[in-house]
């Protein structure tokens, strides 16, 4: 899937496998406040490039990601995040 991002750089996302989902997602970690909602994400940066490393189908060198505003980085890890939790919560039949 390509996308287009906001500063008019496009990337094309790639199908990960589930272990490399599973990868990505056990680098997140949350901290959430009393109500339970998430608060900030530790490792920021940390999870930004590795989840840009596996999920792009792209050029994801030192090179490319240096040419990444914070605003882009963040726009692929979203887009990484909708993609990778498609069905997500749904009962399998």
Sequence with gaps: M???????KE???RDVSVDEKDEMLDSCEWTYNAKGKPT???????T????IRLGLDDDAS??????????????IFVK???NL?????????
């Design 48 to 51: 930004l490039t590795k989840w």
């Design 11 to 13: 990337v094309t996302l």
């Design 80 to 82: 990484l995040q909708e």
């Design 62 to 75: 030192d090179n490319f990601l240096k040419t990444l505003s914070l605003q882009d980085r963040t726009e």
């Design 40 to 46: 900030n994400m530790k490792n920021m940066n940390k």
């Design 2 to 8: 390509k996308i287009k991002l906001k500063s008019g």
């Design 85 to 93: 939790m498609v069905g997500e919560g749904k009962a399998s039949k």
